[in-house]
Every structure is written in structure tokens, then in C-alpha cells.
């Protein structure tokens, strides 16, 4: 977060604060794990309102940036961007198998996805503000990474939801 401040880049935040969210996110979905379906069912509804908190702060972010129009370090953005798709990479590798396995491992396959569908899209917008020189390709990357985070929020909340609802009436 502190390069895309430093960088000037909206796509940069948003990634860092997607990444940030996915840090949390991955420590609830280990203290799921080994719970019964009531609780993962209760870790998907957090890591979707999360996800969804996160998205509306990057449009916020998008906005800010429309009112200054100053055009992002591309060379930051493309160092740290190449680093974090290395390591989400990985991480997306590591939870493939799990990715059907309960709702809980669903969204967080689902999160790693986006981060790294969001690492190419920071890589995009650094190489067209490079041979721009126009905070445009940042704004329109930044802005489509906000619609990615908050579609999965709503795809997310609307499999847990349902499941925490089922297993309240299940335990009553």
C-alpha cells in the first residue's frame, strides 16, 4: 500500500488493500477449517462483507484519483506489481485442489483469484501509464478491480448466506 502511495496509483492500493483483506481473510478461513459448517458458512459471510468493504473503498480511492489526475510511477507499479503476482501465484497454486471442496475453501480460492487477476491488471496499467503518460489506464484498472471485488462479494455472500441461515434453523 505505502508503494502505491508513494506510486500514486489507485491499481497499486487497490491491490495492496485487496492483499491486506486477503491476509485477514486467510486467517479466519484456518480458524474455520477445522470447525463444523456453521462456522465456515459464518467465515464466507465475513471474508464477502470484507471484500465488499474493501471494494467500496477502492472506488473511493478511484474517485480521489479522478479529482487529482496525476499520473502514477510506473515503474513502482510495475516492481511491486510483478512481486505480488509472483507471490499470489503461488498462493493460488496451493489452494487449487481445495477450491471446490466447502464454501469456506470456495471463497478463498475465490480471493486469491482476484488478487491475481488484480497483480496483471496493476502490470497492465503500469505499462499503458508508461507509454501514456496519462493517470487514465490507472484510474480505468483500479476502477475494474473494484467491480471484480465487489462481484465476488456478492457471489460469495450470496453461497454463505444462505448456508449460515440453513444451519441456524438445523441447530434451533
Known amino acids: 500500500f505505502a508503494a502505491g ?53 477502492i472506488l473511493v480511492n478511484v474517485g480521489i484519483k479522478l479529482d487529482t489526475g496525476v499520473p502514477p510511477s510506473s515503474t513502482l507499479m510495475l516492481a511491486f506489481g510483478a512481486m505480488a503476482l ?8 496451493l489452494l487449487w485442489r481445495f477450491r471446490r471442496q466447502d464454501v469456506n475453501m470456495a471463497s478463498t480460492f475465490e480471493c486469491s483469484r482476484n488478487d491475481v487477476i488484480s497483480n496483471v491488471g496493476v502490470l497492465i496499467a503500469a505499462g499503458a501509464v508508461a507509454l501514456s503518460s496519462s493517470p487514465w489506464p490507472d484510474i480505468l484498472i483500479g476502477g475494474a478491480m473494484a467491480v471484480i471485488i465487489l462481484r465476488s462479494s456478492v457471489r460469495v455472500l450470496g453461497e454463505a448466506i444462505p448456508q449460515l441461515q440453513a444451519d441456524k434453523t438445523d441447530s434451533c
Open 5 to 57: 502511495v508513494v506510486a500514486g496509483s489507485t491499481a497499486l492500493m487497490a491491490d495492496a488493500t485487496d492483499m491486506l483483506g486477503d491476509a485477514l481473510v486467510y486467517a479466519v478461513s484456518l480458524y474455520a477449517l477445522s470447525r463444523g459448517d456453521r462456522w465456515k458458512a459464518g467465515a464466507a459471510v465475513f471474508k464477502g462483507a470484507l471484500i465488499f468493504l474493501l471494494g467500496v473503498s
Open 86 to 93: 509472483a507471490a499470489n501465484l503461488v498462493c493460488l497454486s
